[in-house]
């Protein structure tokens, strides 16, 4: 079956914004313009720098309320996107089981990533709780497209079996075979 215009938008789009995902959160801090207080950690106890980093005295740190929930709400809302993307993109990632391991394997990436690169001078932390809320981000997205496009789920959902039950619909637009079922 030949790809439609769409989709190819669609793949597009994903690609670039993976890409955009590397390179907020693989390009060096000082080329991006944005400095994290504590660069040079690396934490590997799960929600642990998180919680901690909202405990800080406001007084003596006058920014730290501000960075903390940039940094969380930043990460929560970096892959909300891809949980809406990969469904629209692949029918493999129907379920919230298969996005979810998907936006792990993506977030544990770019973690594993900047890891690797602090040998090589690039000053990104290293935090398991980056890729816990990368992954609640992916989860949220996912949630979007299964709750606020019903629609569009349910007629695609009616679509693919109408033509895997009788090939594909050649020269009938797919609104048109959602409406006749």
């Known amino acids: 079956m030949p790809t439609s215009n769409r989709t190819k938008l669609l793949v597009a789009t994903l690609v670039v914004y993976i890409g955009v995902i590397f390179a907020l959160t693989i390009v060096p801090t000082h080329l991006t313009g944005f400095r994290n207080p504590r660069s040079y950690h690396i934490n590997v106890v799960p929600l642990g720098y998180s ?5 800080q005295d406001p007084n003596q740190h006058p920014h730290i309320t ?4 940039r940094n969380t709400l930043g990460n929560l ?5 891809l949980g809406i993307l990969l469904p629209l993109v692949s029918n493999r990632f129907l379920t919230f089981k298969r996005v979810l391991l998907f936006a792990v394997f993506l977030s544990l990436s770019v973690e594993s990533i900047q890891f690797l690169l602090r040998f090589f ?3 990104r932390a290293v935090d398991i709780d980056d890729v816990i809320l990368n992954t609640l981000g992916a989860c949220v997205g996912f949630a979007f497209y299964k709750f606020l496009m019903p629609s569009y789920v349910s007629r695609r959902a009616v679509v693919e079996t109408v033509e895997t039950q009788s090939g594909p619909l050649e020269g009938v637009p797919a609104d048109a075979d959602s409406e006749k079922l």
Do not use: D, S
Request: aromatic content about 24%.
């Open 77 to 81: 809302a970096l892959f909300v996107p």
């Open 51 to 55: 919680f901690t980093c909202f405990l």
């Open 121 to 123: 001078g690039n000053p």
């Open 66 to 69: 501000t960075f903390c929930l």
